[in-house]
């Protein structure tokens, strides 16, 4: 008898992984927003913006946290009405913005930062450095697999003598 592919390891395995997930992003994400009075999504973005060694665009950073570029758009939208984030214009691509930390928000994310840390450090003790060197290792076989695709990493702003630069 065949076996069911709704029985097939893989599925359930990659079930469990959303479930872990599910269960962290809930535990972390209230307890961050409790402490600290931001959304774990707003702590992601800060982060990848902090952490990005060339400005991000909006798509790139999109892509980083699992939005749509219109979901993202609305997320900035609000994190620039709090004052955390700001828009920068690329000079020379009028329709390129790129995100970038206010001072209130680097002061907002170093604060959301220690106290992540110390919710993980609490989530991961039962775990040994070995065990959590392991899953970092998986996670970013994962990781590469997705970032061999095609890129959709962000592109550096065109300058102006690129054939990428609009016209007039």
Not at 21 to 30: I, K, M, N, T
Request: aromatic fraction near 4%.
């Amino acid at each position: 008898m065949v076996k069911s592919a709704v029985d097939h390891g893989l599925v359930t395995t990659f079930g469990r992984l959303v479930e872990a997930y599910s269960a962290l992003e809930r535990q972390l994400g209230e307890a961050l927003e409790r402490e600290c009075g931001i959304p774990h999504t707003w702590f992601e973005a800060m982060l990848r913006i902090a952490r990005s060694p060339d400005k991000l665009t909006m798509s790139a950073l999109a892509s980083q946290i699992a939005l749509t570029t219109g979901g993202m758009t609305r997320l900035l939208d609000r994190m620039v009405t709090a004052g955390l984030v700001e828009r920068v214009p690329c000079p020379t691509d009028r329709r390129v913005s790129f995100a970038a930390l206010t001072p209130a928000g680097r002061q907002k994310l170093e604060e959301a930062a220690k106290i992540h840390v110390r919710n993980l450090e609490r989530v991961f003790a039962d775990y040994t450095g070995d065990e959590i060197k392991t899953l970092d290792d998986l996670l970013d076989r994962l990781l590469r697999r997705d970032r061999e695709r095609p890129a959709h990493e962000a592109a550096p702003c065109p300058t102006p003598g690129d054939a990428a630069a609009p016209a007039g």
